[in-house]
C-alpha cells in the first residue's frame, strides 16, 4: 500500500452513525431523529444546570455532583463527623433512588405498551419541581428544619433527571455530569491534535468521531448557560423560578403522553361500543 505523502492533509473520517443508541422512542409516531436527540440533550443538560443552581440558592450545595458528595462522605467519616457524612451518604442514595423510580417508570410504560415511558419520567420530575418550590418557600420562612428534605428531594430530582437520557442513549450521554463529558471532548481533541501534525503516522482503529466533539461541546455549554440562567433566576424571583423549569419538563412529556392518553381512550370507546352490540 502506497504511503500518504507528508505534506497531504489529515483525513478525518468521522462516523456517519450516530454513536448513541436510536432504538429507543422519543417520540410517539416514530424513533428520534439526530437533529432532534441533540436538541434534547441540549434542552436537558440547560436544564440540569438550572437545577443545580437550585439546588445551591436553596441548601447550597451542588445536588448533582455524586462523587463529590461521597469524597465528602469520606473526610468526614475520618474527622469523625458522623452526622456530616450520613447527610452527604443520605443525599447519594437519594440521588441513586431517583434514578432507579425514572428506569422503573421507564420499564414499566414499555410492559404496558406505553410510548410515553421518557415523557412520564419527566412530568413526574416536574411534579417534585413543584414539590420543591414549595419546600423552599417553607425553607425561607420557617429555618433550617426543611433544608434536610430539601436536600433529598433535590438529589432524587437530579438523579431522576440524569437517567431520562442516559436510558435514551444507550448509556453514553449524561446531562448533569459534566465529568465524564469533558472527559470525553478531552479524548476527541487528543485525536485532533494528533492528525493535525503530518509527520504523525496514520492510525486506522482511531477516528475524529466530530458529531460527538459538537454533541458534548453542546452539553457542556448548555450545561454552563443553564447554571448562570438559574443562578439569575433564583436570585431575581427565588423559588417561583421552578415554574417554568417545571413547565418545560412537562412541555416535552406531553407530547407522547398525551398520544398515549389518546390511544387508550379510543381503545376504551371501542370497547364500550362493542359491550353494547
Same mark, same amino acid.
Given at each position: 500500500?502506497?504511503?500518504?505523502?507528508?505534506?497531504?492533509? +489529515?483525513?478525518?473520517? +468521522?462516523?456517519?452513525?450516530?454513536?448513541?443508541?436510536?432504538?429507543?422512542?422519543?417520540?410517539?409516531?416514530?424513533?428520534?431523529?439526530?437533529?432532534?436527540?441533540?436538541?434534547?440533550?441540549?434542552?436537558?443538560?440547560?436544564?440540569?444546570?438550572?437545577?443545580?443552581?437550585?439546588?445551591?440558592?436553596?441548601?447550597?450545595?451542588?445536588?448533582?455532583?455524586?462523587?463529590?458528595?461521597?469524597?465528602?462522605?469520606?473526610?468526614?467519616?475520618?474527622?469523625?463527623?458522623?452526622?456530616?457524612? $450520613?447527610?452527604?451518604?443520605?443525599?447519594?442514595?437519594?440521588?441513586?433512588?431517583?434514578?432507579?423510580?425514572?428506569?422503573?417508570?421507564?420499564?414499566?410504560?414499555?410492559?404496558?405498551?406505553?410510548?410515553?415511558?421518557?415523557?412520564?419520567?419527566?412530568?413526574?420530575?416536574?411534579?417534585?419541581?413543584?414539590?420543591?418550590?414549595?419546600?423552599?418557600?417553607?425553607?425561607?420562612?420557617?429555618?433550617?428544619?426543611?433544608?434536610?428534605?430539601?436536600?433529598?428531594?433535590?438529589? %432524587?430530582?437530579?438523579?431522576?433527571?440524569?437517567?431520562?437520557?442516559?436510558?435514551?442513549?444507550?448509556?453514553?450521554?449524561?446531562?448533569?455530569?459534566?465529568?465524564?463529558?469533558?472527559?470525553?471532548?478531552?479524548?476527541?481533541? $487528543?485525536?485532533?491534535?494528533?492528525?493535525?501534525?503530518?509527520?504523525?503516522?496514520?492510525? +486506522?482503529?482511531?477516528?475524529?468521531?466530530? +458529531?460527538?466533539?459538537?454533541?458534548?461541546?453542546?452539553?457542556?455549554?448548555a450545561f454552563l448557560c443553564g447554571g448562570f440562567t438559574g443562578a439569575w433566576g433564583y436570585h431575581r424571583?427565588?423559588?417561583?423560578?421552578?415554574?417554568?423549569?417545571? $413547565?418545560?419538563?412537562?412541555? %416535552?412529556?406531553?407530547?407522547?403522553?398525551?398520544?398515549?392518553?389518546?390511544?387508550?381512550?379510543?381503545?376504551?370507546?371501542?370497547?364500550?361500543?362493542?359491550?353494547?352490540?
Amino acid at each position: 500500500m502506497q504511503a500518504r505523502p507528508p505534506h497531504q492533509k +489529515p483525513i478525518y473520517r +468521522p462516523h456517519h452513525q450516530p454513536f448513541w443508541q436510536a432504538d429507543k422512542p422519543y417520540l410517539h409516531n416514530c424513533e428520534i431523529t439526530v437533529s432532534g436527540f441533540r436538541a434534547l440533550c441540549g434542552i436537558m443538560a440547560f436544564l440540569a444546570g438550572a437545577i443545580n443552581a437550585g439546588g445551591f440558592f436553596a441548601v447550597k450545595s451542588y445536588t448533582s455532583h455524586v462523587s463529590g458528595a461521597m469524597s465528602g462522605a469520606a473526610d468526614a467519616a475520618f474527622l469523625g463527623d458522623w452526622e456530616g457524612a $450520613a447527610v452527604m451518604l443520605a443525599g447519594v442514595l437519594a440521588f441513586l433512588l431517583g434514578a432507579a423510580h425514572s428506569s422503573w417508570t421507564i420499564l414499566w410504560a414499555k410492559r404496558q405498551r406505553f410510548r410515553s415511558g421518557y415523557g412520564l419520567s419527566m412530568w413526574l420530575e416536574s411534579f417534585y419541581l413543584l414539590v420543591f418550590g414549595l419546600l423552599g418557600v417553607a425553607l425561607a420562612h420557617y429555618g433550617k428544619i426543611f433544608a434536610p428534605p430539601t436536600l433529598l428531594l433535590l438529589c %432524587f430530582i437530579m438523579g431522576m433527571h440524569n437517567t431520562v437520557l442516559t436510558v435514551l442513549s444507550g448509556g453514553v450521554i449524561r446531562s448533569t455530569h459534566m465529568t465524564g463529558t469533558v472527559t470525553d471532548l478531552g479524548i476527541e481533541l $487528543a485525536k485532533v491534535l494528533y492528525y493535525r501534525r503530518s509527520t504523525n503516522p496514520r492510525l +486506522p482503529d482511531v477516528r475524529v468521531n466530530k +458529531p460527538k466533539m459538537r454533541l458534548l461541546l453542546l452539553l457542556a455549554a448548555a450545561f454552563l448557560c443553564g447554571g448562570f440562567t438559574g443562578a439569575w433566576g433564583y436570585h431575581r424571583l427565588g423559588y417561583h423560578f421552578t415554574l417554568p423549569v417545571s $413547565a418545560l419538563l412537562f412541555w %416535552f412529556g406531553a407530547g407522547s403522553v398525551g398520544y398515549d392518553v389518546k390511544i387508550r381512550w379510543r381503545m376504551y370507546w371501542r370497547q364500550r361500543k362493542r359491550a353494547k352490540r
